[in-house]
């Protein structure tokens, strides 16, 4: 297939099975921002919470936040972002478009001055005005991050946890950022979601310390699903690093339109800490109370973006077979990712008992499982619509299963179907699922 | 206790461990918007994930959404955010300050033209600009409620998910106002997320599904802890309701600053859907095949906010008690909503083996449960320092336990204390759980 096909047959796939809508698709669309759908909301929901899982309950080092999107603007001044959060930009003279210089390229960037303007520099960051009163209400930003406000909030976090280091402070929520050049689906967006971690560690630890959340974070993806052929790693080059960085390594995902970054992993230093300090007059230092030392402790910084992902494994999760001579398209999600786990299907919508039966079972595995109850088809045409959109497990009420108390469990992948009693039902699937 | 004083304790419990702290302190803070620390960020979480599973996983009539915070321009003109969300306002002339003409006393309103200008009208909603190039770069919104997205996505939804009537649309996100009169903790935010549902239903049936949501909504409250003499129902006076609206009750809680709106339920009629569908020119009618009509459906939207339900449920949990001729302080939160559900405590911290097992059994639970291990203090300090952030087990492992194996569970409310084999402990603490 072609890869230009697969994306297109993905973003179609995600309108029509509701997956993923254009936002205010009625009025013609927000220019790259996009909705997520009752399934797309799952798969969401279920990605976020899987890197909670692993990185915050799983772990003793680790500790969650939440903090707001509107931040007092010395945060930016702080973090370098109100002076350096820029792309250097053009406008074509004729046709008034306007261009990145760095993706001109090299010809085109000696037109600057003929055909182009000068470049000029542009903040990514969107303004907004808070508070009623004009001379006293000020000009604020949403955040084009969130790990600043895991360093604001870090004494408060010290001294409300007592936490020793090595120790994390993980965040997911929503950044902002004004791209000139958004696009690729929900790849790019100037909307979008962060799952970040700043895990604060010694100087000396820095470079071990870096290394092992590299590994971990790739290892994250392939062991929610993620074929390890379609990952890698890159190095940042030393003149990609930011000043202050010790080392900067993506984890990359060959998308349809090539390999991209699905995340970071940076090794800070003490530069934001410090950043903080001295434009608050706050003292952020760490205590050591048994040296009684004081110190800034290094960053290392995974940075991963939650569209991205859900892009990636809806990606990679993306399989057309032919089964006895028709094409069957499957999303392989993996299991804690799938938006349904069991959909419940009546093989005769018509017979009373059959119906009853299937939504018994429904309402009883519900309790503790996404499920759906379809009746909307003929049960070939059911299987392949739940296929489509990735469920688990099709648990079939059928005639027998009225005398033998048995419903026919088909799996996803193999397709393979066997009679489980339905006193057992639930914990089968269970079993399977964990 | 006086009702400032609980609020004072409450704020100050926040800080000192770890749910709530004010945002962007160490810049002196961004008026009105607070960040969910550690226990806060989990705390959320679990209120979400409650919200959910009660109004989506579990319920057969019910999909998820999760729309962009940024929407089309036209969005809040169709809704009428864009002419009516408005606060009247005056300005004092001497002191310059700015107040809503509807907060202003009988005796106040009297003095507009003297000590107050003339009123004028300002719009609630915060404007970004999107875009580099000036010329087409537009204003935008970020959404005044996240309703609106429910709305505009109802074709897409219904397209995609072939629903009949009556089914409802679920929502969680950040919403933004630009409110004069912010305040009361997390009570009324400029930031703040929502939990909303429009439920669409026939013009016929809305007068009943309009009392079974104010019912369910009550009852959702209840049933996660919060006592019943502390909600009430108020229902609005014909002069509340919007011109379109049918009825609206709130769900009221008893906060120590006066009985206040933790969620609101309206009877909308076709409003919504018939503004988008005229301003659109698209057909957002619901069809039914069976009948082949068209028509708007009519809507109920109970309406809440996560903020000021993690408030709620704050206040409601917290206790003071007399313990042995002490003051003891928990937070009796719902077993489902308490950010730790277990903390590990090894009663001799230099005790190798109490460590090892301690950690060992920290390590097992943590794959399904929330826990911490903590061995910073005594264990009547840990037992009272787990009590205040709501946990809801103390396990302890002392000498005994080397040799039989068996360990101590305290129960949070009743401090009443249990030996349970450790190979048990697991099994025990989640059929306590469930």
Known sequence: ???????????????????????????GGLANAWDYGPFGAELKRNLKNCWWKSNVSERDDMVGLDAAILMHPNTW????????????LVDDKKTKKRFRVDHLSPEEQ??????????????????????????TSSDVFLRPETAQGIFVNFKNILDSTSRRLPFGIAQIGKSFRNEITAGNFVFRM?????????????????DACYEEWINRR????????????????????DDELAHYAKGCTDVEYQFPFGWSELEGIANRTDY???????????????HNKITNERFYPYVIEPSGGVDRAAL???????????????????????????????????????????????????????????????????IGKLYRRQDE??????????????????????????????????????????????
């Open 389 to 434: 959109v990735g469920t688990f497990f099709c648990v079939t009420v059928d005639v027998e299963s009225l005398d033998d108390k048995q419903v026919t469990v088909r799996d996803r992948d193999t397709m393979g179907q066997q009679r489980v009693p339905v006193e057992n039902l639930k914990r089968y699937i269970q079993d399977q699922l964990s």
């Open 1 to 27: 297939m072609h890869n230009s096909d697969l994306m297109d047959k993905i973003v179609s796939l995600c309108k029509r099975r509701g997956f993923i809508f254009q936002s205010s698709e009625i009025y």
């Open 110 to 135: 000696a037109k600057i001055g003929t055909q182009y303007t000068e470049p000029r520099e542009f903040n990514l960051m969107l303004k907004t005005r808070l508070g009623a009163v004009e001379d």
């Open 272 to 286: 934001d800490l410090k950043q903080h300090a001295e434009l608050s007059g706050k003292d952020l230092r760490y």
């Open 77 to 88: 001044k702080a973090s370098g972002h109100a002076e350096n959060f820029t792309d250097l």
């Open 190 to 206: 100037r909307e979008f979601e962060q799952m970040e971690i700043e895990y604060f560690t010694t100087a000396e630890d820095s």
């Open 218 to 237: 790739f290892n994250w993806y392939t062991e929610h699903g993620i074929r390890k052929e379609n990952l890698k790693l890159r190095k940042h080059d």
């Open 312 to 378: 990636a494994f809806l990606v990679d999760a993306y399989h057309e077979e032919e089964v006895d001579g028709r094409s069957r398209v499957v999303l392989k999600l993996h299991k804690d990712l799938a938006p349904t786990k069991v959909a419940v299907l009546p093989l005769l919508k018509k017979n009373a008992d059959i119906v009853s039966m299937a939504q018994s079972i429904k309402t009883d595995l519900q309790k503790s499982l996404t499920c759906v109850y379809d009746d909307s088809a003929a």
